[in-house]
Every structure is written in structure tokens, then in C-alpha cells.
């Protein structure tokens, strides 16, 4: 069965650096997704994108964050300047059609913050 | 605020029972209910989706039921199994197309053999 991966599967970066999360979303997939989930807490959703525009994004995604589709097959997040709460499960999810639709998940990134 | 409460509790059954889980919401009319399965160290898998019309949906050994006027679902798991052990989500979402999906903080399920 088709999957979402997600690399690297755990990102160590220093405060104040730049780092890229990386998401190979399913190959036929048009709606893609990112969420954290901070150790212990919710799934909370971060944003949505499909055909090359952010789609909705929430209160987290600020001027910090920005997502990309740089070709035909990666979706990437990128945190400029991390701070140490940003330090969290990053998962990637991807729908086929339409935004009510199941959503696949990735394994995710977990991204720690010294 | 939109508020989706889980048994934070983590529900402890014998094997072949059946698993009952609750999600409540407030301040919020999804019009689509999804769950989801979330092993540790691994991303949420899509079980059920319901929508806001349907009272009921069944796959295999599960059931979701959607009641919007008391603003609960049920989640059930018949006859189950030590390897349905996991945390349970669920996720609201509303008639918008952008896919973005609330997530209530899970109920973890316990099968003992």
C-alpha cells in the first residue's frame, strides 16, 4: 500500500537555526498537510496546501514557518530561527481528493530543540 | 473555543470485550468525524470517517456513531484483541474544503489476553 515518508526521522538542531523537514506525500495525492503533536499532547494542525497555495494554516504558522513544493514529488516545512518549544512530532499527511477526505500520515520527524 | 474532549484516561478491557470510546465537542458544528489509530512513535491511521448526516458507520469489528445534537461519537470495537491496543483520536472537520482537522487528545486502549 501506497505511503507517506517523512525524513529525516529524527532532526537535532541548535536554537536559532534553520531546518527543513522533508515529506514525500503519495504519488497521486493533490492535498497535503502538516501537523506537530508536542510530547504528550494533541495532534494540532499547522497547515493545509493544494495546488501550490496554502490552502488554510493555523494560529502556530506564523512568519517562522513556510511550506514548499519544490517538484512534483517533496513537500517540505521549513522553521526559520527554531526556538526550543518548537521541539515536536512534525507528521505530513496527504488526501487524494478534496480536504473531507481520510488523511494518510507520514511516520513523522521528530525535531528536537537544544 | 472549539473544545473536543477524550477520555484522557486510558480504558483497560479483557480480551473479546467490547471497547467503548467518547468524543465530545463544544463550540464547534463539523460537519465530518473521523478516527484515527495512533501506536507510540508512529503517525495517526485513518479508521471511520462519518458525516454529520449519518447516524452510523461500520467496518469489520468496528462502529462509529455520530449524534450532533448531544455532540458526541461513539467509538466501538467488538470482540477485541491485544493487538488493538493503541491510542485512539478523534478528528473533527467542517464542510470547508481545506482539510484541516481538530484533534481531540486521544483515549488509550489496553487489551489484556
Known amino acids: 500500500e501506497p505511503e507517506v515518508t517523512q525524513t529525516p526521522s529524527h532532526q537535532v538542531t541548535q536554537m536559532g537555526q534553520e531546518v527543513i523537514l522533508r515529506c514525500v506525500p503519495i504519488?497521486?495525492?493533490?492535498?497535503f498537510y502538516w501537523y506537530r503533536q508536542i510530547l504528550g499532547q494533541k495532534v494540532e494542525f499547522l497547515v493545509s496546501?493544494?495546488?501550490?497555495?496554502?490552502?488554510?494554516k493555523s494560529e502556530i504558522f506564523d512568519d517562522q514557518f513556510s511550506v514548499e513544493r519544490p517538484d512534483g514529488s517533496n513537500f517540505t516545512l521549513k522553521i526559520r530561527s527554531t526556538k526550543l518549544e518548537d521541539s515536536a512530532m512534525y507528521f505530513c499527511?496527504?488526501?487524494?481528493?478534496?480536504?473531507?477526505?481520510?488523511?494518510?500520515f507520514g511516520d513523522g520527524t521528530r525535531l528536537s530543540i537544544l | 473555543s472549539q473544545k473536543i474532549e477524550q477520555n484522557s484516561e486510558a480504558l483497560n478491557i479483557q480480551e473479546g470485550k467490547t471497547a467503548t470510546l467518547t468524543c465530545n465537542y463544544t463550540?464547534?458544528?463539523?460537519?465530518?468525524l473521523q478516527w484515527y489509530r495512533q501506536d507510540p512513535g508512529r503517525g495517526p491511521v485513518f479508521l471511520l470517517l462519518?458525516?454529520?448526516?449519518?447516524k452510523e458507520k461500520r467496518k469489520e469489528r468496528l462502529k462509529v456513531t455520530f449524534d450532533t445534537t448531544l455532540k458526541q461519537s461513539l467509538f466501538h470495537i467488538t470482540a477485541s484483541q491485544p493487538a488493538d491496543s493503541a491510542t485512539y483520536l478523534c478528528?473533527?472537520?467542517?464542510?470547508?474544503?481545506?482539510?484541516?482537522?481538530?484533534f481531540g487528545q486521544g483515549t488509550t486502549l489496553q487489551v489484556k489476553p
Open positions: 496546501f493544494y495546488n501550490n497555495e496554502i490552502s488554510e
Open positions: 478528528a473533527l472537520s467542517s464542510s470547508s474544503n481545506t482539510g484541516k482537522l481538530i
Open positions: 499527511a496527504s488526501t487524494e481528493t478534496g480536504g473531507n477526505q481520510p488523511q494518510h
Open positions: 504519488s497521486n495525492h493533490l492535498y
Open positions: 463550540n464547534y458544528s463539523p460537519a465530518y
Open positions: 462519518i458525516r454529520e448526516n449519518e
